[in-house]
């Protein structure tokens, strides 16, 4: 029996230490695909599924998926390395108690609180299998 996504995220947003401490993870907020050739990534998103573009330079486009934005990011530079990798950010409601929960388990942070503007604040998670994951949030 495979497991179900949602149901694993009901538990994480409402049974875990996150939630407990006031800091409800409150879903996807991005997720963030990474390629040399964003033309062609482009090319599918945008002319093939036809979904909205919300903004766009010629380093990242971003899309309007209605739930969480998708965004083509260029590779290239320092971040040639991302080519071919994904990553995604949550919501958070807490930033500094997020921070907090994550020390007292001795969580890898590659950014702690770095501020976006508008209020909004980004954290930086380093799983121990190497992804990275942001949480984007105030508080």
Not at 41 to 66: C, K, M, Q, S
Not at 85 to 95: A, C, I, K, Y
Not at 128 to 133: N, Y
Request: aromatic residues 6%; proline residues 2%; glycine residues 8%.
């Amino acid at each position: 029996m495979r497991a179900c996504p949602a149901r694993a995220l009901q538990r994480i947003n409402f049974d875990s230490g996150l939630y407990n401490h006031g800091m409800a993870v409150l879903g996807i907020s991005y997720v963030t695909v990474w390629s040399k050739d964003l033309a062609a990534n482009r090319h599918i998103f945008a002319n093939v599924l036809e979904i909205p573009i919300a903004y766009e330079d010629e380093n990242i486009v971003v899309f309007e998926t209605g739930s969480a934005q998708l965004v083509l990011q260029r590779a290239v530079g320092a971040d040639a390395e991302l080519d071919g990798t994904v990553q995604f950010g949550l919501s958070v409601t807490q930033m500094d108690d997020l921070v907090q929960v994550l020390a007292e388990n001795d969580q890898t942070l590659e950014i702690d609180r770095e501020e976006l503007g508008m209020g909004q604040r980004v954290t930086v998670l380093r799983l121990p299998s190497g992804q990275r994951v942001e949480f984007v949030g105030s508080g």
